[in-house]
């Protein structure tokens, strides 16, 4: 059943001021709780807190029904400006909703969370994921996932760390790596004055030639998809417009981008579960096609078109 | 329930060679008829070739259940390369298919044609498109159609009309316009020799600076919606390359952009009713979201964010 939230919600955020700031995390939040309570937001079963590394933020957890049997997994990076956010934030549905939406699905779903900065600097988050997902290859078959069919999805900061990791910045290997969901991230940053203050914490003044993922990802042999919401941030929408170029100008074709109609930055990942149409059934769709029962699901060749 | 086309289907829509051919055509509908056989593609009642001019191809079908009563009315305008297609292809399920869906979602449906090049060249498209509206304005009442709630979708040739119209290049007026659907055309063609054979049938050599109807686009004030199929030819999918970098120009966010994953440039409008993650569903969304019971349903104002 497509679950979608009615129009005055929708008005209410997109309404809202676009700006990536606690109170439009508050206020969307707000809105959408009483339709994640209402649909559910917690897995049957739910491991909490599983060890992916030494350090006290390489924790995980396991969402599962205890029924599946060499399923899909998906693993998922949350976002909170590369110094916040968790894998569990209480009193709200974040971000055990992704984990349960995942079980309706039919795959195991892994929500991570990951050293932050400006302690952990780049590219300490590309290597968290890829430590994630190490742990995920030598560990799922016990929840009943299979290690070969891995999705990374990564939302804001989470989505620039899978980006990092997908363009090989964090180590590790991209075994079992199916395909990857990057949602309302970004790709490339400036150099200099223009860098915004969450992300010097992050990457300090590295020169964006070393730490841009956009020429990593139009390398990439995993499959991608792309998801901008209608209300995220100018630099935000910046960031899939240069994607768009670059990617063409490489393999003739737009880049799959889903367009998140009536959401902004926060409720985009919130919508999962309870806005189908905006994020969640595409992606799922997305999810089902890459981890099929075959190798590595790649487009099939593009021949040269006449025009 | 959401339709879904098998993978080997998708495989085989998306294996197709890109170059919009007879080929891709036959092909592509050869593999779609079982399922729309399936669906059903015929509304209960088709009042067939209700005339909306003088011309012999100023005809439409209009599409009900018989229990409608001030619904949305989804305007459909068909492709053909300019020089061919109709509202009926016979012994296939174009284009009676998308007046099925629109009643399916509680609209009226209305599928038209129009005169063809060579004989009749720009703007006969858009104003052909200016009449078709102004006859359901007059008429679609007695269907229980709503003339305030006029949706119009394009496709190919036909969304290349749609949006010519929507830039005032046909005349006619705009009014109970709510939305407008653009399925994989074009809004900008190049001058001179790159001109293509079907496009100089239409356009002969008048410039592109009279026939783009890119710039109207960015001052409509209709809200839009732009669909690109996963493989679409080179010349289709660049033009969403041009219509993100002029949106984000004027508008500083990026364009609504459904991208049909898993289908070619015809299997994308084939893709209504069977495969609703591809278009349809998002599509139903913008009709339903543009048509609410309010004054032209404009997104809210854009506040200059800090970023």
């Not at 009615?6 to 008005?11: Q, R, S």
């Not at 100008?249 to 959401?263: D, F, M, Q």
């Amino acid at each position: 059943m497509t679950e979608q939230l009615p129009p005055d919600v929708i008005a209410q955020l997109t309404g809202l001021d676009s700006a990536i700031t606690p109170e439009l995390v508050a206020t969307s939040w707000a809105l959408l709780k009483p339709f994640h309570d209402k649909v559910g937001y917690a897995a049957p079963k739910i491991d909490r807190d599983r060890r992916y590394g030494d350090h006290e933020r390489h924790r995980l957890d396991v969402h599962t029904s205890g029924e599946e049997a060499g399923a899909p997994v998906l693993v998922f990076v949350h976002g909170g400006g590369f110094v916040g956010g968790d894998k569990v934030v209480p009193g709200t549905p974040q971000y055990d909703h992704i984990g349960a939406w995942a079980v309706r699905n039919g795959w195991v779903g892994v929500t991570i969370t990951y050293r932050l900065a400006p302690e952990h600097t780049w590219p300490s988050g590309a290597q968290d994921v890829a430590a994630a997902v190490q742990w995920v290859r030598d560990n799922i078959a016990a929840y009943g996932g299979d290690p070969g069919r891995i999705v990374v999805a990564g939302h804001s900061a989470g989505c620039v760390h899978v980006a990092s990791y997908l363009a090989g910045q964090g180590g590790g290997t991209l075994d079992g790596v199916r395909g990857a969901g990057l949602l309302s991230g970004f790709y490339q940053i400036p150099d200099g004055a223009s860098r915004g203050e969450l992300e010097v914490s992050y990457f300090g003044d590295r020169p964006s030639t070393e730490v841009n993922s956009l020429p990593g990802l139009l390398d990439s042999e995993v499959p991608l998809i792309f998801a901008i919401a209608q209300r995220d941030p100018r630099f935000s929408q910046g960031q899939i417009v240069a994607l768009t170029e670059a990617w063409f100008a490489r393999k003739g074709t737009v880049p799959p981008v889903i367009w998140s109609e009536g959401h902004n930055h926060i409720s985009q990942i919130g919508s999962i579960g309870v806005d189908d149409l905006a994020l969640g059934a595409q992606l799922a769709r997305f999810v089902n096609r890459v981890t099929q029962s075959s190798p590595r699901g790649d487009d099939p060749p593009n021949p040269d078109d006449r025009r």
